[in-house]
């Protein structure tokens, strides 16, 4: 999956792209060890090893910066991508299970969805941000994929686009974060591949 780096218009010299991965990078280091309250745009700037200023002209808010962060850290999960027909989703499907198993299964991983997940009740701002800018691109990109294999015969026809996609990222929630114990990667692929089926994807034997 690839990403831009987050673009703020305005006079001045050029972005310092070494330092917009440092202040990302800084800002999810911060967010797994302390939580969302105790993650300041301030120390986010301390961590990254610029000014506070530097922060400031590109992020207007914390929330945002977060939000931006965790889409960064999202970049190990490669996603589908284009593709000329629906038929070829099984494949790319069944080739993209054992990587997305790898990530999943990091503990750091984890630990940061949980830390987005808490984010909710008391940090609404966040959740809201990182719904717009990131979850529901990726969505409509999905929910069109699914349109595509029901017209292909890959998906039933019958199949409510949105419960499925519901459906999915509730059992990979319920999955990573509220069962105990620490999944393998070789777990996880398993588990995925048998929730794409039940879902109604058609996938190679394996």
Same mark, same amino acid.
Do not use: C, F
């Given at each position: 999956?690839?990403?831009e ?8 010299r050029p972005?310092?792209?070494?330092a ?8 999810i280091?911060l ?7 105790r993650?300041?745009?301030e ?8 000014a506070?200023?530097?922060v400031?002209?590109r992020w207007k ?6 939000a931006?962060?965790?889409e960064?850290?999202?970049d190990?999960?490669p996603?589908?991508?284009e593709?000329?027909?629906a038929d070829e989703l099984?494949?790319? =499907?069944?080739? *993209? /299970?054992?990587r997305w #198993?790898e ?5 750091r ?6 830390r987005?997940l ?5 940090h609404?701002?966040l959740l809201e941000?990182y719904?717009?800018?990131h979850?529901?691109p990726r969505?409509?990109h ?7 294999a029901q017209a292909n015969?890959v ?8 419960i499925v996609l ?5 059992a990979?929630?319920h ?6 114990g620490?999944?393998?990667?070789q777990e996880i692929?398993h588990? =995925?591949r048998? *929730? /794409?089926?039940q879902a #109604?994807?058609?996938l190679p034997?394996n």
């Amino acid at each position: 999956m690839t990403t831009e780096t987050p673009r703020r218009a305005g006079p001045g010299r050029p972005r310092d792209p070494h330092a917009d991965t440092a202040i990302l990078e800084a800002a999810i280091e911060l967010l797994i060890e302390r939580g969302i309250d105790r993650t300041s745009m301030e120390s986010i700037a301390k961590r990254a090893g610029v000014a506070k200023v530097t922060v400031y002209k590109r992020w207007k808010s914390k929330e945002d910066l977060l939000a931006d962060a965790i889409e960064k850290a999202r970049d190990d999960i490669p996603s589908v991508g284009e593709m000329h027909s629906a038929d070829e989703l099984p494949d790319r =499907l069944d080739a *993209l /299970l054992p990587r997305w #198993g790898e990530v999943l299964a990091d503990p750091r991983y984890r630990a940061l969805s949980a830390r987005l997940l808490s984010a909710g009740p008391s940090h609404p701002a966040l959740l809201e941000a990182y719904w717009h800018h990131h979850v529901l691109p990726r969505r409509q990109h999905a929910h069109a994929l699914l349109r595509q294999a029901q017209a292909n015969g890959v998906l039933a026809a019958t199949a409510d686009i949105d419960i499925v996609l519901d459906m999915m990222a509730g059992a990979v929630i319920h999955h990573l974060l509220l069962e105990p114990g620490q999944p393998q990667p070789q777990e996880i692929t398993h588990y =995925l591949r048998r *929730l /794409l089926r039940q879902a #109604g994807l058609t996938l190679p034997a394996n």
